[in-house]
């Protein structure tokens, strides 16, 4: 296990690095999309003038306020809890996402399935896992709304955060095969069989 310090926008060298149970804090920019924002982008062909090539997204739709654009808010919005959402329901957006946006890193709870295993190794990708729970933590880490676009889907348009220690985040799903959940789960099923077998239970 190692932790890396990424001052994103990152390489694919660098995403191609990680490996499951190694950690990584993020830096600088952090665009966040949730379940709308993607079906208009490519269900609906909406884009964004936003250059996401190299950078992470997190799985959200965060509460704001509206404060109008000051220095310290110069998207208009200041955060006011920014949590994360399970990733499951995004699961046909990852290839897409990564081939004609350039993302890397995928952040989420619950993890994400084989479609998504298969462009994290064809394309260079992970998975960042957030626990449930640390909404309050996250926000912590977040300096400020920089800007937003496709704001007409509020909450969930495409924000981009700035952010600064934004984590250790564990690497759940790697881009060599490895994936903490099919790994966890399979753990959880031995044990069981074995203890339905001390127990003289057949399974």
Known sequence: MAHYIFNMPVSEAEVRALK???????QGTLFGIRD?????????????HFDMRGHAVIHTAPNVKWTGETEANPSGYASVCVGT??????????????EQYG???????????????????????VYLAIIGGAAALET?????????????LNPESLWKFRVRDFGPLLVAMDSHGGNLYTEV?????????GVLASLGVKS
């Not at 959402?85 to 990564?98: D, G, I, N, V």
């Open 36 to 48: 709308a924002t993607y079906i208009h982008m490519f269900d609906r062909g909406r884009t964004t």
């Open 185 to 193: 789960n399979k753990a959880a099923r031995d044990k069981r069989a």
């Open 85 to 98: 959402t399970t990733s499951a329901r995004m699961e046909r957006f990852t290839r897409p996402l990564m």
């Open 140 to 152: 912590t880490w977040i300096e400020s709304i920089e800007d937003v676009d496709l704001d007409d």
């Open 103 to 125: 993302v890397r890193i995928t952040i989420g709870k619950g993890g994400l399935f084989a479609a998504s295993q298969a462009a994290f190794k064809d394309i260079g990708g």
């Open 20 to 26: 499951v149970n190694d950690t990584v804090t993020l």
